[in-house]
């Protein structure tokens, strides 16, 4: 089992930034493949950022790229999304998500084995 705990949300103007944190337990936090996604009311949960286990092999959806930025620590079985020019349409909750299987559609949320119960992130234009 794997439990992941988000943090860092919170309201915020456009323009602004904000550091979102996840801390896992359970397991080896080394051995998966961490990813971020987030849910606005009334759409689909949707892919926000992947990172391999070495810190290696990022990804980004086009609508956060150039102004996200997954990264993780293991040593503090920590993954971060630095959230920067903030813009109205990002405002959902967040959910970090773990891949035991490293499979390939990182993008696909079906293929997260543990997820964490969300944080909100509000920003107002």
């Known amino acids: 089992q794997v439990q992941l705990v988000e943090s860092g949300g919170g309201l915020v103007q456009a323009g602004a930034s904000l550091r979102l944190s996840c801390t896992a337990s359970?397991?080896?936090?080394?051995?998966?493949?961490m990813g971020w996604f987030r849910q606005a009311p009334g759409k689909e949960r949707e892919f926000v950022a992947r990172?391999?286990?070495?810190?290696?092999?990022?990804y980004y959806s086009d609508s956060v790229k150039g102004r996200f930025s997954i990264s993780r620590d293991n040593a503090k079985n920590t993954v971060y999304l630095q959230m920067n020019s903030l813009k109205p349409e990002d405002a959902a909750v967040y959910y970090c998500?773990?891949?035991?299987?490293?499979?390939?559609?990182?993008?696909?949320?079906?293929?997260?084995?543990?997820w964490g119960q969300g944080t909100q992130v509000t920003v107002s234009s």
């Open positions: 998500a773990a891949d035991i299987l490293s499979t390939s559609h990182f993008w696909d949320p079906d293929e997260y084995e543990y």
């Open positions: 359970g397991r080896t936090f080394s051995n998966y493949v």
């Open positions: 990172i391999g286990w070495r810190g290696g092999s990022t």
